[in-house]
């Protein structure tokens, strides 16, 4: 399991479902997208 807190002191974790990235999935169905870090405008 990979649960940490980033520099808001926000959870962050990788969540699967029966073996599957949720991450990935909801990606796949447009609901999330990759953020990199980088300059929001």
Do not use: P
């Amino acid at each position: 399991m990979n649960v940490s807190r980033e520099k808001y002191f926000r959870i962050l974790a990788d969540v699967f479902v029966d073996g599957n990235s949720l991450s990935a999935h909801l990606m796949k169905m447009g609901l999330a997208y990759s953020y990199d870090g980088g300059i929001n405008s």
